[in-house]
T-cell receptor, first 113, second 111 residues
Framework: EDKVVQSPLSLVVHEGDTVTLNCSYEVTNFRSLLWYKQEKKAPTFLFMLTSSGIEKKSGRLSSILDKKELFSILNITATQTGDSAVYLCAVPRSGGSNYKLTFGKGTLLTVNP | NAGVTQTPKFQVLKTGQSMTLQCAQDMNHEYMSWYRQDPGMGLRLIHYSVGAGITDQGEVPNGYNVSRSTTEDFPLRLLSAAPSQTSVYFC??????????FGSGTRLTVV
C-alpha cells in the first residue's frame, strides 16, 4: 500500500527562523513528489520533484529529493508570518496516473512574530 | 481569470438528500478532479476526468457521481447524503495531470 508520512505534524517557530519539513514515501514505480502549501482554503502548488539530488528553489523555499532513501525535505529560510500554513506532500499512486495522488497528512507550520 | 470556481462555499444537508457541488475552470485544462479533505486524513481523490466525456474513479468514489460534458465544468453529485460525507471538498484542474490549481473548497455538513 502506498504511504506518505510527513513530519513533524506541527511546528511553531519565530519569524526569521529556518525550518525543515520532512516527507518520506513508499510507492512502487516512483515518478514524482509534489509539495503544496495550504493556507485557510485551497492548496497551492509549490514544487514537483522527479530527480534525486536536484534542488528546486523559489525565493526562500527550496526542496530536494532523495530517491535512494525515499524522502524529500522542504526548507524555508527567514520565515515570515505569511509562511504559516499546512504544507502537504503527495506522490502519484502505484499503478496510477499522475493525477491519482496519495497525500500525506501535512505539517502545520505556525510562524509567530 | 477566475481559475477554478467552486459553489457553494458552504452547505448543510439532511441525511438522504441529494445535491450537486459545482466546479468550473476557465483555463481550458483537460484534467479535473475532486478531492475530499477530512481532519487527520489528508486529501483523498474521489473522481477525476482526463477530458470531456471521460471520467474515472479515485480512491473514495462510493456515494458520488460525476460527469464531464464540457471542458469547463465538472460537477460532483451526492446521491443520498450520509453523515460520513461531511467534509471539505476541493476541485482541482491542470493540463499536466498533476493538479496544480485548486478551487477554494466547499464545506459540507450532513446532519
Amino acid at each position: 500500500e502506498d504511504k506518505v508520512v510527513q513530519s513533524p505534524l506541527s511546528l511553531v517557530v519565530h519569524e526569521g527562523d529556518t525550518v525543515t519539513l520532512n516527507c518520506s514515501y513508499e510507492v512502487t514505480n516512483f515518478r514524482s513528489l509534489l509539495w503544496y502549501k495550504q493556507e485557510k482554503k485551497a492548496p497551492t502548488f509549490l514544487f514537483m520533484l522527479t530527480s534525486s539530488g536536484i534542488e528546486k528553489k523559489s525565493g526562500r523555499l527550496s526542496s530536494i529529493l532523495d530517491k535512494k532513501e525515499l524522502f524529500s525535505i522542504l526548507n524555508i529560510t527567514a520565515t515570515q508570518t505569511g509562511d504559516s500554513a499546512v504544507y502537504l506532500c503527495a506522490v502519484p499512486r502505484s499503478g496510477g496516473s499522475n493525477y491519482k495522488l496519495t497525500f500525506g497528512k501535512g505539517t502545520l507550520l505556525t510562524v509567530n512574530p | 481569470n477566475a481559475g477554478v470556481t467552486q459553489t457553494p462555499k458552504f452547505q448543510v444537508l439532511k441525511t438522504g438528500q441529494s445535491m450537486t457541488l459545482q466546479c468550473a475552470q476557465d483555463m481550458n485544462h483537460e484534467y479535473m478532479s475532486w478531492y475530499r479533505q477530512d481532519p487527520g486524513m489528508g486529501l483523498r481523490l474521489i473522481h477525476y476526468s482526463v477530458g470531456a466525456g471521460i471520467t474515472d474513479q479515485g480512491e473514495v468514489p462510493n456515494g458520488y457521481n460525476v460527469s464531464r460534458s464540457t471542458t469547463e465544468d465538472f460537477p460532483l453529485r451526492l446521491l443520498s447524503a450520509a453523515p460520513s460525507q461531511t467534509s471539505v471538498y476541493f476541485c482541482a484542474s491542470s493540463n499536466t495531470g498533476t493538479p496544480d490549481t485548486f478551487g477554494s473548497g466547499t464545506r459540507l455538513t450532513v446532519v
